[in-house]
C-alpha cells in the first residue's frame, strides 16, 4: 500500500541549532515530493517540493530537504533554527497516478 | 493562504443537519480539492475536482458531497449521515491535478 511516513511525532530542538524533520514513503514509480507547513487553526503553506533533479532541494524561509531514493526519503532540514518555526510540518508524496498521501504531521518545538 | 478562502472559520452543526462549507479560490487554478483533518492522522482526502462540472471521489467520500459549477467555488456538503463530522477542514486547489496545491485557511466544524 502507498504510504507515507513521519516517524516523529514531535521534534524538539534549541534556537540557533539544525534541525530535521524526517520522512520516508512507500509509492510506486517517481514520485513527486513536498513538505508543508501548518501554524495552529491555519491552512498548510507550501514550502518545498523535489520533481527530479538535485537531490537537495531550497525552499522558503530558509528550509532545504535532501532526497534519498535509496532509502526513499525526504528529510526537512535547516542549518540554523528560529523560534518562529515552531509549527507543525506535513510530509506529501504524490504518486504515478496523480494521488497525493500526507504524512500524519510532525510537530516542531523550537527553544529560546 | 492568499487567493483561496474559506467560510465560514467555524461552523455548528445540529444533530440531523446538512452544513455547506464554502470554498472559492481566484488562482484560476483548475484542479481543487477537500481534506478532512484530525489530530495526529494528518490530511484524508474528501473530493476533488479536476475541471467544472467534474469531480471524483476520495479516500472518506461516505456523508459527503460536493458540487463544481464554477471554476472558482467547489463547496463541500456534510450531510446527517456523517456521523463522526467534527474536525478541521481545508480546501485547495492547484493548477492542474499533479502540480503543487496551495490551501486555505479551513473551517473548524463542531456538532452540537
Known amino acids: 500500500a502507498q504510504s507515507v511516513a513521519q516517524p516523529e511525532d514531535q521534534v524538539n530542538v534549541a534556537e540557533g541549532n539544525p534541525l530535521t524533520v524526517k520522512c520516508t514513503y512507500s509509492?510506486?514509480?517517481?514520485?513527486?515530493l513536498f513538505w508543508y507547513v501548518q501554524y495552529p487553526n491555519r491552512g498548510l503553506q507550501f514550502l518545498l517540493k523535489?520533481?527530479?533533479?538535485?537531490?537537495l532541494v531550497k525552499g522558503s524561509y530558509g528550509f532545504e530537504a535532501e532526497f534519498n531514493k535509496s532509502q526513499t526519503s525526504f528529510h526537512l532540514k535547516k542549518p540554523s533554527a528560529l523560534v518562529s518555526d515552531s509549527a507543525l510540518y506535513f510530509c506529501?508524496?504524490?504518486?504515478?497516478?496523480?494521488?497525493?498521501?500526507f504524512g500524519s504531521g510532525t510537530k516542531l518545538n523550537v527553544k529560546p | 493562504d492568499g487567493g483561496i478562502t474559506q467560510s465560514p472559520k467555524y461552523l455548528f452543526r445540529k444533530e440531523g443537519q446538512n452544513v455547506t462549507l464554502s470554498c472559492e479560490q481566484n488562482?484560476?487554478?483548475?484542479?481543487m480539492y477537500w481534506y478532512r483533518q484530525d489530530p495526529g492522522q494528518g490530511l484524508r482526502l474528501i473530493y476533488y475536482?479536476?475541471?467544472?462540472?467534474?469531480?471524483q471521489k476520495g479516500d472518506i467520500a461516505e456523508g459527503y458531497s460536493v458540487s463544481r459549477e464554477k471554476k472558482e467555488s467547489f463547496p463541500l456538503t456534510v450531510t446527517s449521515a456523517q456521523k463522526n463530522p467534527t474536525a478541521f477542514y481545508l480546501c485547495?486547489?492547484?493548477?492542474?491535478?499533479?502540480?503543487?496545491?496551495?490551501f486555505g485557511p479551513g473551517t473548524r466544524l463542531l456538532v452540537l
Open positions: 475536482s479536476q475541471i467544472v462540472n467534474d469531480f
Open positions: 509509492v510506486s514509480g517517481n514520485p513527486y
Open positions: 506529501a508524496v504524490r504518486d504515478n497516478f496523480n494521488k497525493f498521501y
Open positions: 485547495a486547489s492547484s493548477p492542474e491535478l499533479q502540480e503543487t496545491q496551495y
Open positions: 523535489y520533481i527530479t533533479g538535485d537531490n
Open positions: 488562482l484560476n487554478h483548475d484542479a
